[in-house]
């Protein structure tokens, strides 16, 4: 007789893809807003050239004061401009970048079941870094969809497929890749930044015995190391999102968007939209809560087929081995 508890048995990397991607779909969903008014926020006060939020200067103050805005001159429909192309990007990063970190991470670690923070960090930017470059046009699309207003002058793209078309068209294929480079550096700054942060925090509050290692002590590691990547992250964001979402030749790089910006709007310009980052990037906090779980000690039989498998320290649980 067999008997087999669900976490027993290794998900396949099928379920893997898609339990990333579809967790990933339902956050955005909750999300989506949130995300929206950061990228208005972050392209407000940008040179005529770009592909602005509005034909009239709408003056945005603040995530809430963003989403009242727009819910007040645009509908609330606005608030989930391009979540299609969102999904898509979720459905496609998410898979991809949390779907493969444990086959990456055991190539790192040459199979050990030791994984190190070095080898950590290499596993979370080599998989960061491959998701972009293959989820990148669907981010293009988001991104340009949510700075584009419904209210006033014409709309650039009149759906999502439109979209892909139409910068194909005018930007060539390079346009739907356009802002790589700045995704994949923020990608492996936020990767850095929170995993080290993470572990300082928890570490910290262990120390100072005000929480013990489980659940809730890893949910406020997570918080804390949001909040502390924002202040990192922030400011490579902002240029990614006004680089992708800017006019054919505005820019001539993602360089050349960051000092037009330090020159123009001075250096308070990239922590536009820093009010809406600290929440926790949970895929990233996926990758944390990895290293988080408890390992099992090889099966111990005794008689009847029974075994004891250790959960955690001083935790056990009986379960059933194959004879």
């Known amino acids: 007789m067999v008997g087999f508890k669900p976490t027993d048995v290794p998900p396949t990397a099928t379920v893997k893809f898609l339990g990333a991607g579809t967790a990933a779909c339902i956050a955005d969903l909750i999300t989506f807003p949130l995300d929206t008014a950061k990228v208005r926020l972050q392209i407000q006060g940008e040179s005529q050239g770009a592909i602005r939020a509005s034909s009239a200067t709408a003056q945005y103050r603040g995530v ?3 989403i009242l805005t727009m819910v007040k001159t645009e509908g609330p429909g606005s608030l989930y401009n391009g979540l299609v192309a969102g999904l898509q990007r979720q459905m496609s990063f998410a898979s991809v970048r ?4 444990d086959s990456v991470k055991q190539f790192y670690t040459k199979g050990s079941e030791h994984a190190g923070i070095g080898s950590r960090l290499l596993a979370g930017c080599t998989t960061g870094a491959l ?3 293959i989820a990148q046009p669907t981010d ?3 991104v340009r969809f949510q700075a584009q207003a419904r209210a006033g002058g014409s709309r650039r793209y009149q759906g999502t497929v439109d979209a892909y078309k ?3 068209r005018e930007e060539g294929l390079r346009g739907l890749w356009k802002g790589t ?6 990608n492996a700054i936020v990767n850095c930044a929170e995993l080290v942060t993470y572990d300082l925090i928890k570490d910290a509050l262990l120390k100072a015995h005000l929480m013990t290692d ?3 002590c890893h949910f406020t590691s997570a918080f804390g190391a949001g909040f502390c990547t924002t202040i990192i992250a922030s400011p490579v964001d902002v240029v990614k999102t006004r680089y992708m979402n800017s006019a054919a030749g505005q820019y001539a790089s993602a360089g050349h968007c960051a000092l037009t910006m330090l020159r123009k709007e001075g250096p308070q310009a990239f922590y536009k939209g820093h009010s809406k980052l600290p929440l926790p990037n949970w895929s990233n906090a996926d990758l944390k809560m990895k290293g988080e779980r408890p390992k099992r000690s090889p099966c111990r039989y005794t008689k009847g087929g029974t075994r004891l ?3 955690a320290p001083h935790h056990y649980e009986e379960t059933l081995c194959t004879l």
């Open 214 to 216: 489980d659940l809730p």
């Open 131 to 133: 998701a972009v470059g």
């Open 309 to 311: 498998e250790m959960k």
């Open 64 to 66: 809430m004061g963003t």
């Open 181 to 186: 480079s700045p995704n994949v550096a923020r």
């Open 166 to 168: 139409t910068i194909a």
């Open 98 to 101: 949390i779907g493969l970190y």
């Open 140 to 142: 293009v699309v988001k």
